[in-house]
């Protein structure tokens, strides 16, 4: 089991950024892939970003391709989101989630554990 702390977000205008961090404690977080998922007001949650245990992979969702980096030091038990070229339909709570090794990283149904969440709040 991973217990998952996230911490970064903010109010920002559009065009801003933003460095969201998970920290992670627990003995299988390094033997872990893990994503970032975010759930807007109204909306279902939906997969953004993940990274294989190694770092050596990383996935995006289409929407955030090119302006959302993931990314994990595995030495501090922290995997990180930098936001860059923010956009007001990013507004949303995203949360940190540890992938059960099982399945598409695109499903949230595949994340056994998972952060508070943090909010993120992009102006326009």
């Known amino acids: 089991q991973v217990q998952l702390v996230e911490s970064g977000g903010g109010l920002v205008q559009a065009g801003g950024s933003l460095r969201l961090s998970c920290a992670a404690s627990g003995r299988t977080f390094s033997s872990s892939a893990m994503g970032w998922l975010r759930q807007a007001p109204g909306k279902e949650r939906e997969f953004v970003a993940a990274i294989s245990w190694s770092g050596g992979s990383t996935y995006y969702a289409d929407s955030v391709k090119g302006r959302f980096t993931i990314s994990r030091d595995n030495a501090k038990n922290t995997v990180y989101l930098q936001i860059d070229s923010l956009k007001p339909e990013d507004t949303a709570v995203y949360y940190c989630?540890?992938?059960?090794?099982?399945?598409?990283?695109?499903?949230?149904?595949?994340?056994?554990?998972w952060g508070q969440g943090t909010q993120v709040t992009v102006s326009s």
């Open positions: 989630a540890a992938h059960n090794n099982r399945g598409s990283y695109r499903n949230g149904y595949n994340y056994a554990d």
